[in-house]
């Protein structure tokens, strides 16, 4: 490889041709790792909760996702709202998606009478289709 501050002949520099590509690719990678986790990030919903186990589940698309967290506090797809301004928010959600479901996702904390609340202010806003979001679990050992 040649170096571009040798002397060659009579006091010139020597140019050097090449290019060092090695600090471009260093660049894309990092750039190709921050993408990957960002667009890991903007997947989950706007709480971390355990879901309940169930044998066996059905994927459905996600339209608008109510979580509710261990400490009852209530997201409507990532964005926090009181529980006495959830219908209000999942009724302007509704009004321009009527056929969308909507899924409850709790945590395995999360007490039946939350749910029960949640549940029926969707309803009152106007939710056709209702469902309750779990994660498969291990399947249960014959005995």
């Known amino acids: 490889m040649a170096v571009g501050n040798r002397f060659a002949g009579r006091g010139r520099f020597r140019i050097m041709a090449d290019i060092n590509i090695t600090p471009l690719t260093d660049i894309f990678l990092v750039l190709l790792i921050i993408f990957m986790v960002t667009s890991v990030a903007m997947v989950d919903s706007g709480a971390k909760v355990m879901l309940p186990e169930v044998d066996e589940t ?4 996600r339209e608008i996702t109510v979580t ?10 990532a964005d926090p709202v009181p529980l006495e301004d959830l219908e209000a928010a999942l009724r302007a959600l509704l009004a321009t998606r009527p056929d969308t479901s909507v899924v ?3 945590d395995r904390e999360v007490i039946l009478g939350d749910a029960v609340r949640i549940l029926s202010a969707a309803q009152r806003a106007g939710a056709t289709q209702v469902a309750i979001a779990a994660e498969r679990g291990r399947p249960a050992a014959a005995e």
């Open 58 to 61: 059905q994927a459905t698309p």
């Open 68 to 77: 509710v967290t261990q400490m009852h506090e209530i997201y409507v797809n």
């Open 104 to 106: 409850l996702q709790g």
